[in-house]
Every structure is written in structure tokens, then in C-alpha cells.
């Protein structure tokens, strides 16, 4: 049986004027992204940074406005909200940010942020009422005892108990939709597993959905449920995150997954090469964006398909798809380097 869709993305764009010296150019931040997360699914953003990820999370949040397209969460479009409609859907949707050292205030106490949402949105707690709850979140978050954790002041605890306390913020309020943009890229190794735990918890136990912003691929495949690949705010490949590390049938994601470390330790495959500048996404063309640096363009004398024409995402499986023109083929050796 098929899950309720929490949130849906349809052909989101988000552009942003920019200036060049004397020219004024438009940043293609996101560029016609289609995307959806289910009830208790955890959906991984991947790509490298400038490629989209966090644009994506923000116009959902509502914190950047959608040049057109559509959000809805919980089956409501809240592309344009403003005011009171916006602050009655809030609960649904709340998200994570990267760095918990800037993204809470420091001088606060734990209770007091786990308590402002509640405040502004639970009118019908008293504030026993409303103390209790916030307790009960940053015990379910790992914080205990909780009655201890929650009177320190957020600069008296480390990074991995002031993303905790985030958590517990966002997940005292019960959302639908949890957006978490880079949760544990600002934290230790040592701690980073505490954390994603956490929220596999809250995923079990509340069927929370969750929107996964990594560049980290690795941590996509073991985390994720689906996994979606953004190349310069285009979809390129999406689907199962097994499938798609597995399987990879993008050129750019066949690249991400060659450079993952190896379980074992052992030596890796040739790694394939990408020649090019990084993305600008004041500078896209009409053809396939990838193009420029795409290893299959150059073996195949760059075709003029790959040059004029952007290719749709297609399924490549019921639950694997792709977008590119040539999904099939294989990169030559003579293309890759050999690493150990």
C-alpha cells in the first residue's frame, strides 16, 4: 500500500537576479525539480555545494519565495502563504539547520527553546502543561535526565546536545514534514551517529517524514530511504538509494559513487575523470547541463543532441530514474584514472 505524500515539489524554479560587474544575470538556483516525500520516509538530497540542496529546503520552509512552480505539505499548497494561513500550517513542516552553534540562541536554556514553538502553536497547553511536553521531547531526543538537561543554557552544551535540543524543538510540535539541512556536517564523527540515530528513532516512532539534505552520498545509503541527485538545480537521477548507489546510471552519480570510501578498506576501481569548471548557475545552456563535464560527451565526440537538448528524467526501472541521453553506456577506461 502506497504512503500518503507529505510534501510535494512540482517544477519548482527559483531564480535569483544577480549582478556582474555591469551586467545583470538570473541565478538558476533550482530549475524545474519535481520531488516527493511520503508518510515516514526519509528522502536524501545529494549533490555538491551550489547545486540546489538548500535552495529546495528553504522554499519549502517558506524562508525563500518560488519563482514558479508549486510546495504543498500535507495536501495543502503553500507555495504563497503569508500571515495567519502560513502560521496555521507551520506545525506541519519544521526543520533542522546545519549549524547548531549559530542556529540557536545561546544564552536560552533548553526548555526555553523547545518551549517556543509549543507557545506560539499549542495555545491550548498552560505552561505545566506545555514544560512537560518539552521534557518528554528532549528525552525522546536522547537528552536525559531531561529535567537537568533542560536549565543549561545552550554555549554550556557540545555540538552533538545543541543539535539534540533542535530536534527536540522541531519534534515537540509533532510535524509532518522534518527538513534537515546538513544535520551532522558541522559535528564530530564521534558524534554524528548519535544523531542520525535520533532521528531513525523519531522516524519509527512518530512516521515522520524526513527531507535529507547531504553532499555526502555514503551517508545517503545507509540513511535514506530514496535518494535524489541534484546537478545544478536539476534532478538527475532519483530513486530506491540502493538502486541508485548500486546502479548508478547518471554520469555525474556514477563519479560521486566512485569516490566513496570502500567498507573494506580495500583498493578502488578507476575512478572516472570530470574535466571541467565547477556549475554556474548563471551560465546554463540549452542543452543537457552535465554536458561540459561529462565524461560520456567527450567519448562520444560531443554530440549535438547532448549540446541542444535537455534530457527529461525517465524511468529507467518502476523505481530508478535518469536523465540522460545515454543511461546505458559505459564510461571507457581510458577516461578514468586508477587509484589505491
Avoid: W
Amino acid at each position: 500500500m502506497t504512503r500518503p505524500v507529505v510534501a510535494e515539489v512540482r517544477d519548482l524554479r527559483v531564480h535569483f537576479p544577480v549582478r556582474h560587474g555591469r551586467q545583470r544575470l538570473v541565478a538558476r538556483a533550482v530549475d524545474g525539480v519535481d520531488l516527493a516525500v511520503h508518510e515516514g520516509e526519509i528522502v536524501a538530497l545529494v549533490g555538491e555545494s551550489g547545486c540546489g540542496k538548500t535552495t529546495i529546503a528553504r522554499t519549502i520552509m517558506r524562508l525563500v519565495e518560488a519563482s514558479s512552480g508549486s510546495v504543498s505539505v500535507g495536501g495543502a499548497d503553500i507555495t504563497h502563504a503569508r500571515g495567519a494561513a502560513l502560521r496555521r500550517r507551520r506545525r506541519d513542516f519544521q526543520m533542522i539547520f546545519q549549524d547548531p552553534f549559530e542556529s540557536l540562541p545561546v544564552n536560552a536554556t533548553a526548555i526555553d527553546v523547545v518551549s517556543e514553538g509549543l507557545a506560539i502553536h499549542r495555545g491550548d497547553l498552560d505552561p505545566a502543561a506545555r514544560r512537560e511536553v518539552a521534557l518528554a521531547a528532549l528525552e525522546m531526543c536522547g537528552l536525559t535526565p531531561a529535567a537537568a538537561i533542560a536549565e543549561r543554557r545552550i554555549f554550556q552544551l557540545s555540538g552533538g546536545q545543541r543539535q539534540r535540543v533542535a530536534i527536540a524543538a522541531a519534534l515537540a510540535l509533532e510535524p509532518r514534514l522534518l527538513v534537515a539541512d546538513e544535520p551532522v556536517s558541522m559535528l564530530d564523527v564521534s558524534l554524528r551517529a548519535g544523531v542520525i540515530r535520533v532521528l531513525l528513532d523519531m522516524r519509527e516512532r512518530l512516521g515522520v517524514a524526513i527531507l535529507f539534505i547531504t553532499h555526502d552520498l555514503a551517508l545517503a545509503g545507509v540513511f535514506a530511504d530514496r535518494v535524489a541527485v541534484l546537478y545544478l538545480g536539476q534532478v538527475v537521477e532519483q530513486g530506491r538509494a540502493a538502486e541508485v548507489i548500486g546502479t548508478p546510471r547518471h554520469p555525474y552519480t556514477r563519479a560521486l559513487v566512485e569516490v566513496m570510501p570502500k567498507a573494506d578498506g580495500g583498493r578502488r576501481a578507476a575512478r572516472t575523470l570530470l574535466t571541467g569548471e565547477p556549475p554556474n548557475a548563471t551560465a546554463t545552456t540549452p542543452g543537457c547541463r552535465f554536458a561540459p563535464r561529462c565524461p560520456l560527451y567527450r567519448q562520444l565526440g560531443q554530440p549535438e543532441r547532448c549540446r541542444t537538448e535537455q534530457p527529461p528524467l525517465r524511468a529507467a526501472t518502476p523505481e530508478h530514474a535518469v536523465a540522460c541521453h545515454f543511461p546505458d553506456l559505459e564510461v571507457s577506461p581510458t577516461l578514468k584514472e586508477n587509484t589505491t
